[in-house]
């Protein structure tokens, strides 16, 4: 006889089995804090020039080296809803300014971990709540009060490069002057004169071999490709864009021919060919010097292609095909018909070059108005390249928030301990409980230097009194000297150490929303995963499975 065994009582009983329900602070809150902690805990080491490297491997094998805290999150599948939360804050910043990812996790888990201090201590966490929102008004209120340069003209590649640098040494710590000369000198060169600038219009190309320092700008595109035809240089080239292949055109149907004579076969199969010479001779008659194709090019078309004197270049991808189309200002054609004037795009050279063992085309404008700019990197590991790829789009991203905002702090942990001593002196100035959690405010503004610090391998308690007493006498552009090992600190706006307002503005708006969306939430009820039959090991799935 089946025994009936009844559901545990609450909220289990009303959902399938194998929900689960957490509930109250011990089950729910505390236990949110404490993974969003060890997740800050993880990528705060990846923090400032002297971060340590992580390795990740993602769910489909691949590897990668990197303290770039936006890789980690991205490659890392983390199902913990909390830490979830603070994962999209940082996205976010991401999309908004395109660095600043770690300062999120960082600032959110400090935070976090204040507010579990307080909960302790017996606050409730809106009373909490309500002192980080009133700590965040006044330390964004406080902030434009910090800024020490304007970056007035974006064209000025000298005033450029202070504004850029500071994120790259973040990065690549060592190499910063050499990658943002390239950046900067990029960036700068496809700015054009009215709307936006497009992060994507810088390109990067990774060549295996040689050192970084052969890294250089090219103003065009440069693919790693062949040429398909003889032809390997072309100056002046009207280019002609194609989506489709450039071939004999299959027919729809099937049909069925009826050949008796000799002469009738000679003269079908020489139909085709008298078809497809008429239509490469019109592309080349149209003023066409250069066929560029998303498909393959087919061996007849490739003996017209070259009888005519036209180069052809086959590119795979999508992407691609759309980013050639934008700089040599073409239409991408989807069939194979002659293009007009307007379809038509112009290069001043398209030419195969070899850089490494690699054999690359470039499309090179030398004209001032050249639309895209490739950044070619050099490098002796793939992992080692990506690295570069990741800090080259930090600086570009950077360059875009400048051209919208282009104040800058003091860098180098300045201005957070500057808003910590404003906010904390703030908070003395509170009737009531808030003034607990104001405080926790300014002590979680404190741990960029002490992280700072504890990376450079100095005692993180001691650089922090420094800081604060330079701050008390009226310095309050001091910030820490992450190349002396016993602690010195330094005026960051002389040694030009500068963060972008608009990173430090978001950042902490960010991580302030996260932090306090995570302590408003008191029960967490998940639901059965859905999950079918699973794919048996070891075997390839079939598809009839």
Known sequence: MALHVPKAPGFSQMLKDGARHFSGLEEAVYRNISACKQFAETVRTAYGPNG???????????????????TIIKELEVEHPAAKLMIMASEMQEKEIGDGTNFVIIFSGALLEAAEDLLRMGLTPTEIVEGYEKALEKALEIL???VCHEIKDVRNEAEVKKGIKTTIMSKQYGFEDFLTDIITKACVSILPDSSSFNVDNVRVCKILGSGLFNSQVVQGMVFKRHVEGDITKMTKAKIAVYTCAVDITQTETKGTVLIKTAEELVNFSRGEETLLEDQIKAIADA??????AGAKFGDMALHYVNKYGMMAVRLNSKFDLRRLCQTVNATALPRLTPPNKEELGYCDTVFVDELGDTSVVIFSQEAK????????????????????????????????????????VPGAGAVEIELARQVSSYGETLPGLDQYAVTKFATALESFVKTLADNTGVRSNEVVSKLYAAHQEGKINYGFDITDDSGAILDAAEAQIYDLYLTVLWGLKFATNAAC???????IIMAKRAGGPRAPQGRPQNDED
């Open 144 to 146: 434009p009060s910090l």
């Open 517 to 523: 969306t995570i302590l408003k939430v008191d029960q």
């Open 52 to 70: 340590m490297n992580k390795i990740i491997i993602n769910h489909i094998e691949k590897l990668f080296i990197t303290n770039d805290a936006a």
């Open 287 to 292: 003023g066409a010097t250069v066929i560029v």
């Open 369 to 408: 108005e050249s639309r895209i700019a490739t950044i070619v990197i050099r490098g002796s590991t793939d992992n080692y390249m990506d690295d570069i790829e990741r800090a080259v789009d930090d600086g570009v991203n950077t360059f875009k928030a400048l051209t919208k905002d282009g104040r800058l």
